[in-house]
T-cell receptor, first 115, second 112 residues
């Protein structure tokens, strides 16, 4: 089966510019996650979707970050405006309802560099 | 936020040696997962543990879910060069359905 697909793989932008990341989860997985991974650290959850509904966005900096998952499949994470501290790898993951029987599967991430 | 204490932070071993790493937490988890991450890629699931005391193997990898539900360890036997990478533990909080908390990672380096 195809894995979680993310694009772009790399993005370099200047601070104050907007940026968007896209994720296509594994087919049939109705739960989608966005994680941020800073250099040398483990991933940290930004937002979790069950179908179209954001059920946990407590860690999402809502002043500049937004996300959507229209139709309950693909998802987009946006940052506007970007700050230097936003440089990190943004990982998307998906799982089927019924976790823990279907652990999270991750994409390869988007590495964001803000200059 | 919630944190797992993963140790050691890094390991430098000779090929063929066994490896052991662990995670501890002040919170109780109902699931422990171990992931491996290679440079430029996302974490890949190695082993999932769902019951306290559970001992599970995947080839040369063995992991255990601690009886107290607050810790887990991962062992790698007879290490080979492709074992190089960063290993992460992740725990699912009982009160946080489907929310995983990750450790800081253990970076494994193998000298041939």
């Amino acid at each position: 089966e195809a894995g979680v697909v993310q694009s772009p793989r790399y993005k370099i932008i200047e601070k104050k510019q907007p940026v968007a990341f896209w994720c296509n989860p594994i087919s049939g997985h109705n739960t989608l996650y966005w994680y941020r991974q800073n250099l040398g650290q483990g991933p940290e959850l930004l937002i979790r979707y069950e179908n179209e509904e954001a059920v946990d966005d407590s860690q999402l900096p809502k002043d500049r970050f937004s996300a959507e998952r229209l139709k309950g499949v693909d998802s987009t994470l946006k940052i506007q405006p970007a700050e230097l501290g936003d440089s990190a790898v943004y990982l998307c993951a998906s799982s089927q309802v019924g976790f823990p029987t279907t652990p999270l599967h991750f994409g390869n991430g988007t590495r964001l560099t803000v200059t | 936020g919630q944190q797992l204490n993963q140790s050691p932070q890094s390991m430098f071993i000779q090929e063929g040696e066994d490896v052991s790493m662990n995670c501890t937490s002040s919170s109780i988890f109902n699931t422990w997962l171990w992931y491996k991450q290679d440079p430029g890629e996302g974490p890949v699931l190695l082993i999932a543990l769902y019951k306290a005391g559970e001992l599970t193997s995947n080839g040369r990898l063995t992991a255990q879910f601690g009886i107290t539900r607050k810790d887990s360890f991962l062992n790698i036997s007879a290490s080979i060069p492709s074992d190089v990478g960063i290993y992460f533990c992740a725990g699912q909080l009982i009160q946080g359905a489907q929310k995983l908390v990750f450790g800081q990672g253990t970076r494994l380096t193998i000298n041939p």
